[in-house]
T-cell receptor, first 117, second 114 residues
Framework: AQSVTQPDIHITVSEGASLELRCNYS??????LFWYVQSPGQGLQLLLKYFSGDTLVQGIKGFEAEFKRSQSSFNLRKPSVHWSDAAEYFCAVGGPDRGSTLGRLYFGRGTQLTVWP | DVKVTQSSRYLVKRTGEKVFLECVQD?????MFWYRQDPGLGLRLIYF???????EKGDIPEGYSVSREKKERFSLILESASTNQTSMYLC?????????????FGDGTRLSIL
């Protein structure tokens, strides 16, 4: 069965510091992986996605993520965090797998990011 | 850009009422989804639809139903609202029923049941 674990419920960083948000997935086949961001009172916005090819993918707002099959991970990174990055971040997985439903994504529980000035 | 519009940002209803949450997308997407979001629980899928008049149960369908009479519109119905249905509700759509399609989200409806 498909599942996503985001081990960190809440992370606090200082503005200008680097950021890494962790995501581990459980999936039997080649996964399609996504990171979304949710600002307060808003819906989810797609940051980046991985389907195949280069394991380091670039997204919007200066974010990148690296797919590591051996570790079943897809961690999100940003070299220098801005105060406007404070939000909740969700990792999601989808794709063909036993029991997988066509078109469905499975979301982690989210990581809340606080940025200190 | 895809636009997914939820009819209300905030809604307050009473227990026992029949509640309708409306969602419209403007990009001719095949798939539409309803999620419920609660603190610490992330997004939980209630129902989804691959096409007009088609629907599939998600993980927490109890107490909810859906309607998709037109491709662009997907309605979530609380048949008899209860206080434990107080939550943020998110609608999403994706282009076609293929694997790995990114979903596009509305801004959500924060529903309070008194």
């Amino acid at each position: 069965a498909q599942s996503v674990t985001q081990p960190d419920i809440h992370i606090t960083v200082s503005e200008g510091a680097s950021l890494e948000l962790r995501c581990n997935y459980s999936y039997g086949a080649t996964p399609y992986l996504f990171w979304y961001v949710q600002s307060p009172g808003q819906g989810l916005q797609l940051l980046l996605k991985y389907f195949s090819g280069d394991t380091l993918v670039q997204g919007i707002k200066g974010f990148e993520a690296e797919f590591k099959r051996s570790q079943s991970s897809f961690n999100l990174r940003k070299p220098s965090v801005h105060w406007s990055d404070a939000a909740e971040y969700f990792c999601a997985v989808g794709g063909p797998d036993r029991g997988s439903t066509l078109g469905r994504l499975y979301f982690g529980r989210g990581t809340q990011l606080t940025v200190w000035p | 850009d895809v636009k997914v519009t939820q009819s209300s940002r905030y809604l307050v209803k009473r227990t026992g009422e029949k509640v309708f949450l409306e969602c419209v997308q403007d990009m001719d997407h095949e798939n539409m989804f309803w999620y419920r979001q609660d603190p610490g629980l992330g997004l939980r899928l209630i129902y989804f639809s691959y096409d007009v008049k088609m629907k599939e149960k998600g993980d927490i369908p109890e107490g909810y139903s859906v309607s998709r009479e037109k491709k662009e519109r997907f309605s979530l119905i609380l048949e008899s609202a209860s206080t434990n249905q107080t939550s943020m509700y998110l609608c999403a759509s994706s282009l076609y029923p293929g694997y790995g399609q990114p979903q596009h989200f509305g801004d959500g409806t924060r529903l309070s049941i008194l």
